[in-house]
């Protein structure tokens, strides 16, 4: 039986990945319902994501972009059935993707779990933006006092 071929991402590629990630998330955030695959942050990070063949990434990015055009439902479609392919590497970004996701629905109970996950996941490199959404739903459910404790936890994030 022959072995499967994991390709070891790099450290390099994982950075990159992360801040052409954000970079488009920034754009989907600012373009909300207009946000297309044609927008040039988009169209860079998913262009990064298919020379390394990440289909995974191609789609995550497509979903969080579905997600801030307000298609919610679709995007946690979608993300269910992506969930298996996800590499253990970028479990922390997916888990923070359906956060976003649930939280925008206002699904918040489920959001908090999601957001939990991420921050959970020694690899997710951006905790100061998962505590930040955690204290938005935390303070939305009127737990005002563990929000506070999250925007704190954001607050010393050094990279947030």
Known sequence: MAKKSVKVVTEDEAAEFIRLYWAARREHNHRKEKATANDPAHKAAAAFAETRV????????ALSSLDRRGEHDKALQGLAKLEPSIPERWQGLFHFVRGAALHAKGEHDEAIKAYRKALDDPKFETPGNAWINLGMVLHAKG??????KAYRKALDDPEF
């Open 54 to 61: 990440w289909a995974w990434a191609e789609q995550l990015l």
């Open 143 to 148: 737990e005002h006092d563990e929000a506070i």
